[in-house]
């Protein structure tokens, strides 16, 4: 579980990466160097998982990322 869940935050950073590159983000090649999908808190390495599954997600998109402009307040 704790492999798929890695998997889905690598999918989701370089998602996130590529569309802020999009909108003209200054990014630093050697700051993406250094992300890592293991350091964030919502990974519950002993705990249990429920998930439902969008449609969409199930045919293979991705769920839409959060606005960068917008900043942090709706997490």
């Known amino acids: 579980m704790v492999n798929t869940i890695i998997l889905w935050n690598t999918i989701y950073i370089n998602a996130a990466v590529e569309q ?3 909108e ?3 990014l630093k090649d050697e700051d993406i160097a250094r992300l890592s999908p293991l350091i ?5 390495f002993q705990g ?3 998930f439902a599954l969008p449609e969409a997600v199930a045919q293979g ?6 606005n960068a402009a917008a900043g942090y307040d709706d997490i």
């Open 61 to 66: 998109q991705l769920r839409p990322l959060r």
């Open 48 to 50: 249990r998982y429920a």
């Open 24 to 26: 003209g983000y200054p």
């Open 40 to 44: 964030f808190d919502h990974i519950n």
């Open 20 to 22: 802020l590159r999009r």
